[in-house]
């Protein structure tokens, strides 16, 4: 992002899921509106997510099953499958089309039709990523909410170092099949030289590769991981974290479900509040709004979670000051 548009967003700063059972479908009234709901994740790891979904929908006076149906599609992490995914919903003909999960799912909607409203969630800059014209006026048939994730990578560094300092190298594990891991790259390269960090960077797209990763990871002698932000680990969490364990390296990820799941440390946007917003602004449409007329909203509440339990068993000190900074400690 350039410095500029870095300022511009800094700026505006200032301002049980699974797939809708089909003989539930059956018995809608054919007058009842529709979701189509687009994730790269799965449903496995998101039902907390879509349970905030629905607490937004119901606050703008939507219940599904009531008055609104919501048809789901999930990718698994599989960013291939979201095209064939979102032109088989815009088949449908949803009155809203949600697409969360991060740019994948956002693009593959946005190329799927020019009608239809599109409510996204992302991890970046949506006027960058060319999904709005701007945060206030977005313009077109898209709006949403950003997540930031993907702007708080060099923070993640700086924590992972302040947990483990004398850490020679530290690995980073980047999805390179993920649209912004170049950016991802950059500033993680950027900020290891702004402290003096030695890091390696392994990539992982597939299972296959997340193994080979870690095994790459041994193999250098990696202190510590920074697992950078993708919705792909998000579908694998629990085998990422336990092959942190496994390998004996003190991790930061982006979301507290990770450090809830074993990770030692996390830091990242409430999702749970970005997944509320979306459910809030897809109610907002199906009563008339524009999605041109809705700015796009960043959250901007942040939350660190440190583990201890999984301190203790890395036989890692935790310091008081990281202590003091932490929203909650999980003991």
């Given at each position: 992002?350039?410095?500029?548009?870095?300022?511009?967003?800094?700026?505006?700063?200032?301002?049980?899921?699974?797939?809708?059972?089909?003989?539930?479908?059956?018995?809608?009234?054919?007058?009842?509106?529709?979701?189509?709901?687009?994730?790269?994740?799965?449903?496995?790891?998101?039902?907390?997510?879509?349970?905030?979904?629905?607490?937004?929908?119901?606050?703008?006076?939507?219940?599904?099953?009531?008055?609104?149906?919501?048809?789901?599609?999930?990718?698994?992490?599989?960013?291939?499958?979201?095209?064939?995914?979102?032109?088989?919903?815009?088949?449908?003909?949803?009155?809203?089309?949600?697409?969360?999960?991060?740019?994948?799912?956002?693009?593959?909607?946005?190329?799927?039709?020019?009608?239809?409203?599109?409510?996204?969630?992302?991890?970046?800059?949506?006027?960058?990523?060319?999904?709005?014209?701007?945060?206030?006026?977005?313009?077109?048939?898209?709006?949403?909410?950003?997540?930031?994730?993907?702007?708080?990578?060099?923070?993640?560094?700086?924590?992972?170092?302040?947990?483990?300092?004398?850490?020679?190298?530290?690995?980073?594990?980047?999805?390179?099949?993920?649209?912004?891991?170049?950016?991802?790259?950059?500033?993680?390269?950027?900020?290891?030289?702004?402290?003096?960090?030695?890091?390696?960077?392994?990539?992982?797209?597939?299972?296959?590769?997340?193994?080979?990763?870690?095994?790459?990871?041994?193999?250098?002698?990696?202190?510590?991981?920074?697992?950078?932000?993708?919705?792909?680990?998000?579908?694998?969490?629990?085998?990422?974290?336990?092959?942190?364990?496994?390998?004996?390296?003190?991790?930061?990820?982006?979301?507290?479900?990770?450090?809830?799941?074993?990770?030692l440390l996390s830091y990242g946007i409430a999702i749970t509040e970005g997944y509320r917003q979306v459910g809030i602004y897809s109610a907002n449409i199906l009563r008339g709004a524009k999605p041109a007329d809705l700015p796009v909203q960043a959250i901007s509440k942040f939350e660190l979670l440190i583990n201890l339990?999984?301190?203790?068993?890395?036989?890692?000190?935790?310091?008081?000051?990281?202590?003091?900074?932490?929203?909650e400690v999980i003991e």
């Open positions: 992002m350039s410095g500029m548009r870095r300022r511009e967003f800094i700026t505006f700063l200032g301002g049980a899921a699974a797939a809708w059972p089909l003989a539930a479908r059956a018995q809608q009234s054919p007058a009842m509106p529709v979701i189509g709901f687009l994730s790269s994740r799965s449903p496995e790891d998101s039902a907390h997510l879509i349970e905030a979904f629905r607490r937004g929908l119901s606050e703008g006076g939507f219940v599904a099953g009531q008055n609104v149906a919501i048809e789901f599609r999930w990718a698994h992490g599989q960013f291939d499958l979201l095209p064939a995914m979102a032109s088989e919903l815009v088949g449908r003909r949803v009155s809203v089309f949600v697409a969360v999960g991060g740019e994948p799912s956002a693009l593959a909607a946005k190329r799927a039709t020019s009608t239809i409203p599109i409510v996204f969630a992302i991890g970046s800059d949506p006027v960058s990523a060319g999904l709005v014209e701007s945060f206030n006026r977005p313009n077109g048939n898209l709006t949403g909410i950003t997540l930031q994730t993907v702007f708080m990578e060099p923070k993640r560094l700086g924590l992972l170092r302040d947990l483990v300092p004398r850490a020679l190298l530290i690995g980073v594990l980047l999805n390179s099949s993920f649209a912004l891991a170049a950016s991802q790259r950059q500033e993680i390269e950027e900020a290891a030289r702004g402290i003096g960090q030695r890091i390696v960077i392994v990539d992982a797209s597939t299972d296959g590769e997340l193994d080979a990763a870690f095994a790459e990871l041994a193999k250098q002698r990696a202190d510590a991981l920074l697992v950078a932000a993708s919705p792909y680990f998000d579908t694998r969490r629990d085998h990422i974290v336990l092959l942190a364990q496994r390998h004996r390296l003190p991790a930061i990820y982006q979301f507290r479900e990770f450090a809830m799941a074993g990770g339990k999984t301190a203790k068993a890395l036989d890692i000190k935790i310091s008081d000051n990281l202590l003091s900074l932490a929203d």
